[in-house]
């Protein structure tokens, strides 16, 4: 029994910090964020509702400076301040927030978003019971070995996610009427809407798939759906 009490102490650690994740990131989304109430994304947004046979898809605004979108465990669908001010600005078009908008609609429908904050508890609890264990054999460096190999499970899931959300996200996008081209336009702008600098990665493109990777996901999708 007791070479199974790090396991079992790492699983009862996952499930208590899934519950206090959740708890934790809604009362900051409840904080910092007001419903979106923008005349010309509304009409985006319905467009979208209508394909999905939805009533209206509500988006709240994030208030936060960094360019992001998120879809919260409950379901909603947010976008940072950032981002909107990018829109207000002239920087990106309203065809392209829409596509932001679709492809956070993706993690919530295929259910990335509630699957990500238990992951994030699985990862801790994995990368504690591996350092003990590894510990044990490699002093010293197998907390080190045992961070690195969960972190790279991490990334691998998060960027599978992201091409299924894109996925998603274009025929939705392709359903509503408004097309594939502002979701590939939106990833030409990435790196200089994030602030990206030479040799330098933001922290939210390091999960993510390289833009011109994304891109062609989206053109192999494109020729496929007109060969149909």
Same mark, same amino acid.
């Given at each position: 029994?007791?070479?199974?009490?790090?396991?079992?102490?790492?699983?009862?650690?996952?499930?208590?910090?899934?519950?206090?994740?959740?708890?934790?990131?809604?009362?900051? +989304?409840?904080?910092?964020?007001?419903?979106?109430?923008?005349?010309?994304?509304?009409? @985006? /947004?319905?467009? $979208? *509702? !209508?394909? #999905?046979?939805?009533?209206?898809?509500?988006?709240?605004?994030?208030?936060?400076?960094?360019?992001?979108?998120?879809?919260?465990?409950?379901?909603?669908?947010?976008?940072?301040?950032?981002?909107?001010?990018?829109?207000?600005?002239?920087?990106?078009?309203?065809?392209?927030?829409?596509?932001?908008?679709?492809?956070?609609?993706?993690?919530?429908?295929?259910?990335?978003?509630?699957?990500?904050?238990?992951?994030?508890?699985?990862?801790?609890?994995?990368?504690?019971?591996?350092?003990?264990? +590894?510990?044990?054999?490699?002093?010293?460096?197998?907390?080190?070995?045992?961070?690195? @190999? /969960?972190?790279? $499970? *991490? !990334?691998? #899931?998060?960027?599978?996610?992201?091409?299924?959300?894109?996925?998603?996200?274009?025929?939705?996008?392709?359903?509503?009427?408004?097309?594939?081209?502002?979701?590939?336009?939106?990833?030409?702008?990435?790196?200089?809407?994030?602030?990206?600098?030479?040799?330098?990665?933001?922290?939210?493109?390091?999960?993510?798939?390289?833009?011109?990777?994304?891109?062609?996901?989206?053109?192999?999708?494109?020729?496929?759906?007109?060969?149909?």
């Amino acid at each position: 029994m007791i070479r199974f009490t790090p396991i079992l102490l790492a699983i009862l650690y996952a499930l208590a910090m899934y519950r206090f994740s959740v708890w934790r990131t809604n009362r900051e +989304l409840d904080a910092r964020s007001t419903e979106l109430a923008d005349p010309g994304l509304k009409a @985006l /947004t319905d467009r $979208l *509702a !209508a394909a #999905l046979d939805l009533h209206r898809i509500p988006v709240y605004i994030y208030e936060i400076d960094p360019v992001n979108g998120l879809a919260a465990p409950d379901g909603r669908i947010f976008i940072t301040r950032g981002f909107y001010r990018k829109y207000k600005n002239g920087e990106i078009t309203g065809p392209e927030m829409a596509s932001v908008i679709a492809h956070e609609m993706g993690h919530v429908a295929l259910g990335h978003s509630r699957r990500r904050m238990i992951d994030f508890s699985g990862q801790n609890a994995m990368r504690t019971a591996l350092a003990i264990i +590894l510990s044990r054999f490699i002093p010293f460096i197998g907390a080190w070995i045992a961070g690195g @190999l /969960t972190s790279l $499970l *991490a !990334a691998r #899931l998060s960027r599978s996610d992201e091409y299924e959300a894109d996925e998603y996200a274009a025929a939705l996008l392709t359903k509503a009427g408004i097309g594939i081209g502002p979701q590939k336009s939106l990833f030409h702008k990435l790196e200089e809407l994030t602030g990206q600098r030479a040799g330098v990665t933001p922290a939210w493109l390091m999960s993510h798939p390289k833009t011109h990777e994304r891109i062609a996901a989206l053109e192999v999708l494109e020729t496929r759906w007109d060969q149909a």
